[in-house]
């Protein structure tokens, strides 16, 4: 299963009571039905393409965090040969620790998990927030579990394949990255301690 970070029972009730009380507002205005976005990286550049029919609220999400520059520094925190890459953790603890807690409602999944689509991590309904994988294989398994992916690489899925897996799976499944400890220290935990990451420089929307 694929996990974002865990959040207090009473964060997750105050955010969906906002939800439910109808204080959750649709992000969709100005959001282009398909863009596509560069990211710049420590390995080399690939392009993303998003479509908003695949998963209308994931896509917007992924918008607005592209147009606050979010995802510049992120570190590819967990990358599982073969399985996935994920991101999605600010540089900043302070700007992370409140977006970790702006959940968006689920989409229906209509695409396949497979080697080369982008969904949003979860750790249950309706938690998406910030954190993504890209899928490094076709991941059947996943399509069952409810992850909707939104988006495809459409260049240089070779780049992402030789994005740094050498730290493997996080705690506790694997002995090396600790879940919490990126959660709770962002990059201040990730760059002196596992310093072999790769990473974001930034990303571009390019229409």
Sequence with gaps: ?????????AAFA????LILAGCHKDEKAG?????????ETSQGDFIVEATRAWAPRGVDRFYELLRMRYFNENRFYRVVAGFIAQ??????YDVHDRWRKYFILDDPPKEKNLRGTLAFAQSDANTRATEIFINLGDNAGLDAQGFAPFAKVVEGMGVVDKLYSGYGEMMPEGKFIDPNRVENGTNAYLEPHFPKLDYIKRTVLLN
């Design 31 to 39: 959001v282009p039905e398909i863009f596509r976005v560069k990211f």
């Design 14 to 17: 105050f955010v969906l009571a």
């Design 87 to 92: 991101f999605g953790v600010h540089k900043d």
């Design 1 to 9: 299963m694929i996990c974002r970070s865990s959040v207090t029972a």
